[in-house]
């Protein structure tokens, strides 16, 4: 039978593996959340630009529209670019969920098996104190026994 100990200390380790798993899940999460913010905040601002641009374009040179739409097109970019970069994130969510999940599967059949090698040595425990106190009260009545028959 392997050394309980040893077993504790892989479940201990395997729970510190598990915890480590949900930090990174948690700072994964955390810049998932950031990258969306800040892709909402480009969509919003060229939404606003875009408004403005709508009320103030029959009032402009060409020259200045063409510095518009360049800019537009800059606009467009950037938000594409923070698009992958969401789902990057959002990827990476994922794979730290994946791992969290798997670390949770391994501390608790770890857990598991130190509980059932724990139940195991505890019954062989038993048996062994049954089987003392079984063979005392056999010898005490044999003793007993011994001494009506020799006595009487």
């Known amino acids: 039978m392997s050394n309980p100990s040893a077993l504790q200390t892989a479940v201990q380790l395997a729970t510190r593996d ?9 700072l994964a ?3 998932w959340i950031a990258a969306q913010v800040q892709l909402d905040q480009l969509e919003s601002y060229a939404q606003e630009t875009q408004s403005r641009w709508r009320t ?16 537009m097109e800059r606009l467009t970019h950037a938000t594409q670019l923070q698009s992958g970069v ?9 794979l730290m969920a994946d ?15 130190h509980a059932t090698r724990e139940s195991e040595q505890r019954r062989a425990l038993d048996r062994r104190e049954q089987k003392a106190s079984d063979e005392r009260a056999a010898l005490q009545y044999r ?3 011994g001494g009506l028959m020799g006595g009487g």
């Open 56 to 71: 103030q374009s029959t009032r402009t040179s060409p020259e200045i529209m063409a510095h518009h739409y360049q800019f």
């Open 99 to 113: 791992r969290l999940r798997a670390a949770e599967t391994r501390r608790e059949s770890l857990r598991q098996l």
């Open 18 to 26: 598990r915890d480590a798993a949900a930090q990174r899940l948690a």
């Open 29 to 31: 999460r955390q810049g």
């Open 86 to 94: 969401v789902a990057q994130q959002a990827a990476t969510v994922k």
């Open 143 to 145: 003793r007993l026994a």
